[in-house]
């Protein structure tokens, strides 16, 4: 654990003086993750082998070594690596092994960076706990009575419970920032299009957005460095200049003008996370920043919203899931009898609510209704967004309206587990980036808090984070 | 909003899935309610609204039609539950 509980920047610094050997870190992720994941169980599979094989190819340090060079990671189980199964924690993925690398993880692989396993998610990326696990449930490392958030529940976990320096996951609605803040790590969404979505399985293509989650904003702004920037294999990739992430981290905030949203400190925020969020206010405005109030007067149609578009999408790209060309087949009659069949054994129940739910958005007599309405009233989210940033440089507000809830907390009604993304989901409506920091404990549990930003200005958010971090002190890792 | 058994037979179907009678019946209460909770949304005026369908401004991406490297035949079909000659091999789509 010691060594774990490092900066990527100190790790960094002891492998090119030789002091430690990238295959010396990689065994004390292995031991970490073999001493409590038993209790955590944030990994499907942990890729010991391979990862140690890797490691000591690398121990031979190249002069020019990257910061990433040797650093165990862990990747989201939506990512395909080459060679490993993938399964989205679906049991409709059975037996598939991945024929090519996400450019993710190809891109960090390039960096000599080292993943130590796949981790769990809810199935598909859908869900907000952790729960829909075809597998198994993650804990929440504070406390294991508790979620640790989702979908991205293992790559926040991971990172918690200290077995690697970082983790990838994906962010759809909150997928990213709900669990960090559950977690207490630090979990960025970047803008859509900064970092390829090539090799991510997808769930609803035109919010998911891949992104790192660390225990600090800077180890965080390292990961993201490594996987931003255009790729040929994703049209919807943007072609931006990518700046130098790390010369953000300046900690100067002077004059930085912060907004509020009215409408995400409203009813449903609860106390202790407010309580929390006005104390993390009020460090900003000692570090010289301006706070002031802002209006995005259509955030309360934003799950709606989101509930009709994500599903709409995922009906579209879990079709292909039909035991024709890979993962489970149970045999039927007919082809239709096997596409159903298969279907119908493979997929978790919260999966097929959304797919039927998106075909209905989309099928004939519902279309304009739904669908097309939905998209209209994605464009108000937008514009709010845009008219708050002529104000404000960026927006802050929680995370999440709760800290961790218990298991079976929100499974019975879906609406209640939905509302737990309505600060989060708006941002992917609008395609802007946003991070997630801790900030504190509400009854001995972890909160989070957001800040939201302009398109492609990940610099100002890691910068404010950073600021933020510094003057309220780096947040502990969970003890287990 | 409320969304009976029929039209969730309806939708399973075309979402090609087979349901048991107890999911029916639990899919039509849960959709209902989920449909229910975005009727919100007509509460709106969005008569002047352009849709977004993505939140970048996004043209045609073209490039140089060039053979590249990428899976062969056989790697493509490596993961199918049931191949035959570098195919994908399915049930019977027509009779006789």
């Known amino acids: ?480 | 909003m409320s969304i009976t058994v029929k039209e969730v037979e309806h939708i399973a179907n075309l979402s090609r899935l087979t349901l048991t009678e107890e999911d029916k019946l639990s899919y039509a209460e849960t959709m209902g309610r989920i449909l229910d909770f975005a009727t919100q949304l007509q509460t709106l005026d969005v008569a002047n609204v352009e849709p977004t369908t993505h939140s970048l401004p996004l043209k045609n991406v073209l490039r140089e039609d060039t053979a590249g490297k990428w899976l062969n035949q056989q790697e493509a079909v490596s993961q199918a539950p049931d191949q035959e000659n570098g195919q994908f091999r399915v049930p019977a789509v027509m009779e006789g």
């Open chain 1, 1 to 480: 654990m010691s060594l774990l509980n490092s900066s990527i920047r100190d790790l960094h610094t002891k492998i090119t003086s030789k002091e430690i050997k990238p295959s010396e870190l990689v065994s004390a992720s292995l031991e970490r993750i073999a001493a409590t994941d038993e209790k955590v169980k944030a990994f499907l599979l942990v890729t010991g082998e391979e990862a140690l094989e890797r490691a000591k190819q690398l121990d031979d340090v190249p002069a020019d070594a990257g910061l990433l060079y040797g650093i165990p990671g862990a990747l989201k189980d939506n990512l395909n690596v080459k060679g490993q199964p993938t399964t989205c924690a679906s049991k409709i993925l059975t037996g598939y092994v991945s024929a090519y690398d996400a450019t993710a993880v190809s891109k960090l692989n390039e960096t000599g960076a080292i993943s130590v396993g796949k981790t769990n998610m809810d199935e598909f990326a859908m869900g907000s706990s952790g729960e829909n696990s075809a597998f198994f449930p993650t804990r929440n490392p504070w406390d294991p009575d508790r979620v640790p958030g989702g979908s991205s529940s293992g790559s926040a976990a991971t990172v918690a419970a200290g077995q690697v320096l970082f983790s990838l996951g994906s962010d759809t609605g909150g997928s990213i920032r709900q669990p960090a803040a559950y977690c207490g790590v630090v979990g960025l969404k970047p803008t859509y299009g900064l970092v390829s979505r090539f090799g991510l399985i997808a769930y609803a293509s035109s919010l998911d957005q891949i992104g790192p989650f660390t225990q600090t904003v800077e180890d965080n702004a390292i990961v993201l460095q490594a996987i931003a920037g255009h790729d040929r294999y994703d049209s919807t990739s943007a072609n931006v200049d990518i700046p130098n992430y790390l010369n953000a981290l300046t900690g100067d905030i002077k004059g930085l003008r912060i907004g509020l949203p009215q409408e995400y400190f409203g009813e449903g925020l609860d106390a202790g996370v407010r309580e929390q969020i006005n104390k993390a206010i009020r460090v900003l405005e000692s570090l010289g920043a301006t706070v002031g109030e802002v209006s995005l007067p259509h955030s309360e149609y934003a799950v709606a919203t989101y509930y009709l578009i994500a599903p709409a999408e995922a009906s579209s790209n879990l079709a292909r899931f039909d035991g024709v060309r890979y993962g489970l087949r149970v045999e039927g009659e007919s082809l239709i009898d096997m596409y159903k069949n298969t279907r119908a054994e493979g997929f978790g129940e919260e999966v097929k609510r959304r797919i039927m739910l998106g075909t209905y958005a989309l099928s004939s007599g519902y279309y304009d209704d739904y669908y097309l309405r939905a998209q209209k009233v994605r464009t108000l989210i937008r514009q709010d967004f845009d008219n708050a940033f002529e104000q404000y440089d960026v927006i802050l507000s929680p995370t999440a309206p709760t800290t961790a809830f218990k298991f079976g907390g929100k499974t019975e009604d879906p609406i209640t587990m939905y509302l737990n993304d309505i600060y989060t989901i708006p941002v992917n409506l609008a395609g802007i980036p946003a991070i997630s920091v801790p900030c504190g404990f509400a009854d001995g549990l972890p909160v989070g808090l957001q800040f939201i930003g302009k398109a492609f200005d990940e610099s100002t958010l890691l910068r404010v984070a950073h600021a933020f971090e510094q003057a309220n002190g780096v947040f502990a890792r969970a003890s287990l």
